[in-house]
C-alpha cells in the first residue's frame, strides 16, 4: 500500500468522539411520533472499534446519521475533539466534518454513476479546497492503490467496477480527506461473502495503518466479534447492553443479546482470516 502523511487534528485526552443524550424522534401524521434512538450516550476513544449492533429497524443507521447530522438528532450532544457538531452552523459543520467520514452500506447507490473514479475521489477538495492536493491525479492513483484498486481503475465508470471494487472507491473518497474517524453503515452486507471477507481485512489493514477510529454499525455478529473493541446491543432505539467485545459474546446479560447470539450463523471466512 502506498504510504502517505495522515494528518489529522492534534491528539488530546479524551475520547475521539463524545455522544450524550442522543435522540431522534420522527414526527407522523396526527402527531404521531416514532422514537428512532432513545437517548444514546457513548464515547470512541482513537484507533477503536466500536460496534454497534441489533436486528433491522433498531436504530442502528439513523444513530449513524444523527450522530454526522445527516439527518438533525432532535436532542443530545455530539463532540468531536471538544467542538459540538450539534450546535455548529451548515459551514462550520461541513468544515468539521471532513473529518468524520461516512461509509454507506450500499455501493451501488453512494456513487454517481455518471462520474468517473477520478471524479468520485477527487470531488470532496473541491468542497475542502485546503486538502486540494498539487497533482490531483496522482494523488488519487495513491488512493487507489493503498485500497488495493489498479490506476487503470481512474478513468472507469461505477457500471464498469464490481461491488466489492465500488466499496473501495467509497473507501478511498474517504481517506482522501484525511479522517480520523469512520462510521461504516454496514458497508460489506451488500456484498458476496467471499468479497466482504477482502473488504473487512482492507477496512482493518487501514485502521491499523492509519489509527482509524471506527463506529461499525452492523447486524452481523460472527463479524463483529472479528473487528469490534466494544459492542453495543441496540434494540428499540436503546441500548440494552454495552461492553468489552469478549464480555458480550462470553457472557451476555441482556436476554436480547442471548437470542441474537444464538440465531447467529458462524462465517468461517471472517474466522479464517481470508
Not at 432513545?38 to 466500536?50: K, Q, Y
Not at 433491522?56 to 450522530?67: E, I, N, P, W
Not at 468542497?127 to 472507469?156: F, K, N, T
Not at 471477507?197 to 452492523?218: H, N
Request: hydrophobic share 40%; net charge negative.
Amino acid at each position: 500500500m502506498a504510504s502517505e502523511t495522515h494528518d489529522r487534528p492534534d491528539t488530546t485526552e479524551g475520547p475521539v468522539l463524545e455522544v450524550t443524550g442522543l435522540r431522534k424522534v420522527f414526527e407522523g401524521r396526527h402527531g404521531a411520533q416514532t422514537v428512532a434512538v432513545a437517548g444514546a450516550d457513548f464515547t470512541l476513544s482513537a484507533g477503536e472499534c466500536l460496534a454497534v449492533v441489533g436486528e433491522s429497524g433498531s436504530g442502528k443507521s439513523t444513530l449513524a446519521r444523527s450522530v454526522l447530522r445527516l439527518i438533525e438528532p432532535t436532542a443530545g450532544s455530539v463532540v468531536y475533539r471538544g467542538t459540538d457538531l450539534v450546535g455548529l452552523d451548515k459551514r462550520a459543520l461541513r468544515r468539521t466534518r471532513r473529518h468524520l467520514q461516512m461509509i454507506f452500506q450500499d455501493p451501488y447507490a453512494s456513487l454517481h454513476p455518471r462520474q468517473t473514479v477520478y471524479r468520485l475521489i477527487s470531488e470532496p477538495w473541491r468542497v475542502h479546497r485546503d486538502l486540494m492536493p498539487d497533482r490531483p491525479r496522482d494523488r488519487v492513483a495513491e488512493l487507489l492503490d493503498q485500497v488495493g484498486m489498479p490506476a487503470s481503475a481512474i478513468d472507469a465508470h461505477p457500471a464498469q467496477l464490481s461491488g466489492g471494487q465500488r466499496q473501495r472507491v467509497s473507501i478511498a473518497r474517504a481517506l482522501g480527506l484525511k479522517p480520523d474517524v469512520l462510521v461504516l453503515d454496514e458497508p460489506v452486507s451488500a456484498l458476496d461473502v467471499s468479497i466482504q471477507a477482502q473488504v473487512i481485512t482492507l477496512l482493518m489493514e487501514l485502521q491499523q495503518e492509519l489509527g482509524l477510529s471506527y463506529l461499525f454499525i452492523s447486524h452481523d455478529l460472527a463479524l463483529v466479534r472479528l473487528v469490534a473493541t466494544r459492542v453495543a446491543v441496540m434494540y428499540r432505539g436503546e441500548f440494552v447492553e454495552f461492553g468489552p467485545t469478549s464480555e458480550i459474546f462470553e457472557r451476555p446479560q441482556a436476554e436480547y443479546t442471548r437470542a441474537l447470539l444464538s440465531a447467529s450463523p458462524a462465517l468461517a471466512e471472517f474466522g479464517s482470516g481470508a
